[in-house]
């Protein structure tokens, strides 16, 4: 008898687990990190849903988008966090992409209204360098330096790309003349961010393409303040992160859930201190102290998401062209 009764209960206890519901979200790498927000947003998230939230590494988000064109309806995603602005249009083109019914006031420098991607956080890139050094304040003055720099694959990286839409946002037609100057700068084009990063903190490189807010990190983590991002007097552009539903998801109500959940103060009071990015929706708390101390662009730069989208391919072939020299 005590065996049945085990039995029973552990057929129950099965049967219970089988019945929990699941939420898979594609993020990117450094999101799911021991240090991101992806394990803080999990734990937050399951005490609500009574849910197992899977959050899934599939490269940076430019890879997030070519992972989901190839396999389309198939996918196992029911969210992807970590595309922006500049992927948008392209997101929509594939059709994958449900409306969502996110409500929100958001703190961010633009208007937002897509009824198919919500923001979730937003920063400015910009070079990040060792304090003590005189950093240039554009990109014709770094053309013109010895400094090496470190920057990602536009192709597989959201800050890659944005960094060829910043330039095209600075110069225009003019762009590729800038990129011809920069080619000898470039130390070396990683996959991802955080690999670029990496050879900036090994000493390898002069400077690396990342955020305004990285110094942040630095400051409050570490209580380290030899870290800088410099200052451009062409203006730096802006970088949106958003997320989207999957419309083939087997889970839409969980998967709004998330969305909504996204924008609350629950997730949003993680981003600035685990994401090192401005937060979409200002916590209750207020940002946390170490980031009066960054420095405020003077010029915004964004190229609507219908424009980054036409700008793409012959942006990418000026920079391709220019390092392939």
Not at 5 to 34: H, I
Request: hydrophobic share 45%; proline share 5%; glycine share 6%.
């Amino acid at each position: 008898m005590k065996y049945l009764m085990t039995t029973a209960a552990v057929l129950c206890a099965g049967a219970a687990w089988a019945e929990t519901p699941v939420l898979k979200v594609y993020t990117y790498d450094s999101f799911v990190s021991d240090w991101g927000p992806g394990p803080a947003v999990e734990a937050a998230f399951e005490e609500v849903c009574a849910c197992d939230l899977q959050m899934i590494s599939a490269g940076d988000g430019a890879a997030l988008l070519a992972r989901l064109k190839l396999e389309g309806e198939r996918s196992e995603a029911d969210v992807v966090l970590g595309l922006d602005t500049n992927l948008v249009a392209a997101a929509k083109e594939t059709g994958l992409f449900a409306p969502h019914n996110v409500t929100a006031e958001y703190d961010l420098p633009v208007e937002w209204n897509d009824d198919t991607f919500a923001p979730y956080d937003c920063g400015y890139f910009a070079f990040v360098h060792n304090a003590d050094m005189d950093a240039p304040t554009n990109f014709k003055e770094l053309a013109e330096s010895d400094l090496k720099i470190a920057i990602q694959d536009p192709r597989s990286s959201t800050p890659g790309l944005g960094l060829l839409m910043w330039v095209k946002a600075a110069y225009g037609d003019d762009a590729a003349v800038i990129w011809e100057g920069l080619s000898d700068n470039v130390l070396t084009v990683t996959k991802g961010w955080s690999e670029s990063y990496g050879l900036f903190l090994d000493g390898e490189a002069d400077m690396v393409l990342s955020y305004t807010t990285s110094p942040a990190y630095h400051l409050i983590a570490e209580e380290d303040a030899t870290k800088a991002a410099a200052a451009s007097d062409e203006g730096h552009y802006m970088q949106v992160e958003v997320a989207g539903k999957l419309a083939a998801t087997d889970q839409p109500e969980l998967a709004d859930q998330f969305l909504s959940f996204m924008v609350s103060d629950a997730f949003q009071a993680s981003i600035p201190t685990t994401n090192w990015m401005y937060p979409a929706v200002t916590p209750a708390g207020g940002l946390p102290a170490g980031f009066e101390t960054l420095i405020a662009p003077e010029k915004s730069l964004l190229k609507s998401p219908d424009d980054a989208a036409a700008a793409r391919d012959g942006a990418l072939a000026e920079w391709r062209d220019a390092l392939a020299q």
